[in-house]
């Protein structure tokens, strides 16, 4: 089944080291885009698709109110059914209250991402977050009082002053909470965003302290129950995230909004991050960006994303089966150096894999395509 992507350009202060599309919230201006996001999801009434995930991303998508929340959930309802499906909504902690919360669940919204990312009140000032640690211990316990099971988190990996005893805090504080998913991001400074610049910079871990906090955080999630099922992805059991397992799997999916990305049909398109663009368009405007995806390299680039890798009798389906004995060799090669697992014709990567995940897949792409 597809899946359905909503993007919310809305901030009220934008994170300096965020490098997403957002816009200044204004409540006149979220009313137009809300009424353009229905409107641009009607016109795919009666054309047979099916979806069983749908996203609210952003941006900070707790900037709605629950009406147009409802008003876009029962859009897409109609257009593309949403049978048992898993509605995701990114919320701010300071951005929502018990009584709001209670809102979005009425209005179909199942599964709750709570931006956190530390446990450290000096590490939240320092990424720009308007919440402390105490604000967003409230959310997920209102959360919780509201109806909701199946909460996530976001970690960041890497402020200012970070090590690994302090993570391993974070970890324990948050894993303590009633949440079943978390997503772990490793800081990188984004070209033009507010932390790009040489102070900021010398303040945030380097990279030999980074995949120390990486591996620190796959080992202690572990320790609380949280298993990896994706690089920066963990959970505990029946808990995975089934929209974001779509990107990463292949299938199809629609993005709805400015700046929102789509797959669907074999084509990868986005619309302008042009919020005026959007609103004032009959339909959103569509920008192509493949026309015609390379099925076996998108299999190895994605594939090696999850924990379950991917398999060889694949790529020699793809790529032929001279490619695959040098795909083998290669995988072998990674194998005894510790970075992945090759057995029973798959190939997987370690924790200490996906920090060099992308070595691997071009050095593996390019082999699959004889060009090593």
């Known amino acids: 089944m597809t899946g359905i992507y909503v993007h919310v350009p809305f901030c009220l202060r934008k994170c300096p080291y965020c490098s997403f599309y957002s816009k200044p919230y204004d409540a006149e201006t979220a009313s137009r885009y809300v009424e353009a996001i229905c409107r641009n999801i009607a016109a795919y009434q009666g054309r047979g698709i099916s979806a069983d995930t749908l996203y609210f991303g952003g941006g900070t998508p707790s900037l709605l109110d629950t009406k147009q929340v409802e008003m876009i959930v029962n859009e897409c309802c109609k257009a593309f059914s949403l049978d048992n499906a898993e509605i995701t909504l990114e919320a701010n902690p300071c951005s929502v209250d018990e009584e709001k919360l209670r809102g979005y669940r009425a209005a179909g919204v199942n599964r709750i991402s709570f931006g956190i990312q530390s446990a450290d009140d000096k590490r939240l000032g320092f990424l720009g977050r308007l919440h402390d640690y105490g604000k967003?211990?409230?959310?997920?316990?209102?959360?919780?009082?509201?109806?909701?099971?199946?909460?996530?988190?976001?970690?960041?990996?890497?402020?200012?002053?970070?090590?690994?005893?302090?993570?391993?805090?974070?970890?324990?504080?948050?894993?303590?909470?009633?949440?079943?998913?978390?997503?772990?991001?490793?800081?990188?400074?984004?070209?033009?965003?507010?932390?790009?610049?040489?102070?900021?910079?010398?303040?945030?871990?380097?990279?030999?302290?980074?995949?120390?906090?990486?591996?620190?955080?796959?080992?202690?999630?572990?320790k609380h129950g949280f298993r990896q099922y994706e690089i920066s992805n963990f959970c505990m059991e029946g808990y995975e995230s089934r929209h974001n397992n779509k990107y990463?799997?292949?299938?199809?999916?629609?993005g709805f909004g400015a700046a929102a990305h789509s797959f669907f049909d074999g084509v990868r398109y986005f619309c302008p991050p042009d919020t005026e663009a959007f609103i004032n368009a009959p339909l959103q405007p569509r920008e192509v960006t493949e026309q015609s995806v390379d099925r076996g390299e998108e299999y190895i680039l994605l594939g090696l994303r999850l924990c379950k890798g991917i398999m060889l009798d694949r790529i020699a389906g793809y790529f032929g089966s001279?490619?695959?004995?040098?795909?083998?060799?290669?995988?072998?090669?990674?194998?005894?150096?510790?970075?992945?697992?090759?057995?029973?014709?798959?190939?997987?990567?370690?924790?200490?894999?996906?920090?060099?995940?992308?070595?691997?897949?071009?050095q593996l792409i390019d082999a699959a395509n004889g060009q090593v």
Do not use: Q
Request: proline share 1%.
């Open 136 to 222: 967003a211990v409230e959310a997920v316990e209102n959360a919780v009082n509201a109806g909701f099971e199946n909460i996530s988190a976001d970690i960041m990996l890497g402020a200012a002053g970070e090590d690994t005893e302090s993570l391993k805090k974070t970890i324990d504080s948050i894993c303590a909470m009633p949440v079943r998913h978390i997503s772990s991001y490793m800081l990188k400074i984004e070209e033009g965003t507010a932390f790009d610049n040489d102070k900021t910079k010398s303040l945030i871990a380097d990279d030999d302290l980074m995949s120390d906090l990486y591996l620190t955080a796959v080992e202690s999630f572990e």
């Open 248 to 254: 990463w799997t292949g299938e199809d999916y629609l």
């Open 322 to 362: 001279t490619s695959a004995d040098r795909f083998s060799v290669l995988a072998k090669e990674y194998a005894r150096h510790g970075l992945a697992v090759f057995e029973n014709g798959v190939l997987r990567l370690t924790p200490k894999g996906f920090l060099v995940s992308n070595g691997i897949i071009s």
